[in-house]
């Protein structure tokens, strides 16, 4: 991470961030380490139940989502991964709220979503997301001033703490134009936290950088959640991000997208060399080359 202390991680062979060590302590009185599925008890936070979405062009209707069910438990991290057009982002819009299914139900603790909510925070890949004219510290405050999520006299120690957890507190007085593309992508995340939502939905938020800093948000992301065990849905077409970041894989077909088949990744906490690791990729990449797929990134 830019401008943070770092050792070497003992899994991976990479450099341990401020983040991964508060983890590695168990700080914020959480569980250590991935817990796996078998630590996601409890009913669903997110139920997706036969859902078909479709849209209209110039000339025809288009079905994106055809009858796809699955569910996500709180404090899971739920990868949807499938070819560029399978529907696999205009999904997320829709658990977001943005896009009503034309059939079936996306329920949030049992309860029809209709519209966008404080629950479900979504973050995109594009960097413009930030205030160009606030500071890092203050585009973090500003969305918790309009959101009215904390008292007045609380904004700056509140955005502080979230810029703080993504290794972002000596870049805090900094303009958005001054960071780099994985450091803008962090300041969105930490202000995404920083709203208290129950998921974050998450659309490819690291398609756009480069494949070091990629990898780089990857890990900082899987420590964050470490800290925070928030409930996040995850959009990739990448093989490699999926198996990094997924505790359960759906694997989409292509469009109209429906569910190929859902997985236990049971190689999430493993090295990337490790057997595990490579044959959860080769697996999941035989699914997708059932429809000729698969033979792109990852």
Not at 1 to 25: C, F, I, N, Q
Request: aromatic share 6%; charged share 25%.
């Amino acid at each position: 991470m830019e401008g943070a202390g770092v050792r070497e991680h003992p899994e991976r062979g990479r450099k341990l961030s401020a983040v991964d060590l508060a983890a590695t302590r168990g700080d914020h009185g959480g569980p250590v380490g991935h817990t796996g599925q078998g630590g996601h008890t409890g009913p669903p936070l997110l139920g997706v139940s036969d859902v078909t979405i479709r849209y209209a062009t110039e000339d025809r209707v288009v079905t994106a989502v055809e009858n796809v069910s699955f569910e996500v438990r709180a404090g899971e991290k739920f990868v949807l991964l499938g070819p560029s057009g399978c529907g696999k982002s205009t999904l997320l819009k829709s658990v977001a709220g943005f896009i009503p299914p034309a059939a079936g139900l996306i329920s949030l603790h049992g309860e029809r979503v209709q519209r966008p909510g404080p629950d479900r925070v979504v973050v995109f890949q594009e960097f413009d997301q930030l205030l160009p004219w606030k500071t890092v510290l203050g585009n973090v405050a500003y969305a918790l001033k309009v959101t009215k999520r904390v008292p007045a006299g609380d904004l700056a120690s509140h955005a502080l703490r979230f810029v703080t957890m993504v290794g972002l507190e000596p870049f805090k007085d900094a303009y958005p134009h001054t960071l780099s593309g994985g450091m803008k992508q962090r300041v969105a995340i930490a202000r995404s936290l920083a709203l208290g939502p129950e998921m974050l939905l998450m659309d490819e938020p690291f398609a756009s950088l480069d494949a070091l800093t990629r990898t780089r948000m990857q890990e900082e992301l899987n420590a964050i959640w470490r800290q925070t065990r928030k409930t996040i849905l995850f959009v990739t077409h990448s093989i490699q991000e999926a198996v990094i970041l997924g505790d359960r894989i759906l694997v989409m077909t292509p469009g109209p997208g429906r569910v190929r088949s859902i997985i236990d990744n049971e190689a999430v906490d493993t090295p990337l060399d490790s057997p595990e690791f490579i044959a959860m990729q080769h697996r999941i990449r035989e699914l997708l080359e059932l429809d000729g797929q698969g033979r792109g990134e990852g």
